[in-house]
């Protein structure tokens, strides 16, 4: 077995990553690609903690810009979605032969279990995938700063966003040609350039605690475990 440079990995998977081409809802694709990464973690030793997003049903701060429903119901409302995606996703390892726990920040004993920091890092030790659902617990926090939180908690080596591009770059890719590609930014970077790949709470939160995040598409089959075995792919943001 090839050494691993990252034994523990908070992979922070958003809502579209369900999907698989970003639209609504969930996917067999989407589902199956998800699979395949976390699974190809499992085989080489990692002990993977997934936060998922909920973008492929709802954005709590979007539906409550255009409706009337409180920001703050709208947010539960997102966190609620979230715990979807999380059975979905462990359901398709199950069946894969792959041992999940799902635990939630909300109480819901008939579908999950409640979130708790020693119950978590057990699961990982006996080599149980960990899908965190329901975010932080509470409104106006993302599930990027869910990630940061996680992370700092389970004591992951690293944060890996799993985005639909291969690293950060200094403006859309897709729509200008001439966009550069960051292989390492600093934490203060990030903030000072308003780089929107996290929301600066969660930015702020992986400096504090000295927790590296790495920005990489998720899309290209074997990238997380690549980046478990120290491989220089996507962005590296660090101290």
Do not use: W
């Not at 040609?177 to 970077?189: C, D, N, P, V």
């Amino acid at each position: 077995m090839a050494e691993l440079k990252y034994k523990r990995i908070l992979l922070k998977v958003s809502g579209e990553g369900f999907s698989g081409t970003g639209g609504f809802g969930l996917s067999r694709e989407g589902l199956e690609i998800l699979a395949a990464q976390i699974n190809e973690l499992v085989q080489i030793g990692v002990q993977p903690a997934v936060v998922v997003g909920a973008g492929n049903f709802i954005r709590g701060k979007t539906l409550s810009e255009e409706t009337a429903v409180h920001r703050v119901t709208a947010d539960h409302m997102g966190m609620l979605a979230t715990v979807i995606n999380a059975v979905a996703l462990s359901d398709m390892l199950e069946t894969q032969g792959t041992p999940t726990r799902v635990l939630s920040a909300i109480e819901m004993s008939r579908i999950c279990e409640l979130f708790i920091r020693r119950r978590a890092v057990r699961h990982l030790e006996k080599n149980r995938v960990i899908i965190l659902a329901g975010g932080t617990g509470n409104p106006f926090f993302t599930t990027d700063t869910c990630a940061a939180l996680r992370a700092s908690e389970i004591g992951a080596d690293v944060l890996v966003k799993a985005t639909k591009v291969d690293g950060v770059y200094s403006a859309d890719p897709v729509l200008d040609s001439g966009a550069k590609k960051y292989e390492t930014l600093g934490y203060r970077e990030v903030l000072q350039k308003d780089l929107k790949i996290m929301d600066h709470t969660a930015i702020t939160m992986c400096r504090e605690n000295n927790v590296d995040v790495i920005v990489c598409n998720l899309m290209k089959p074997g990238t997380v475990a690549r980046v478990a075995r120290g491989e220089k792919i996507g962005t590296l943001i660090t101290a």
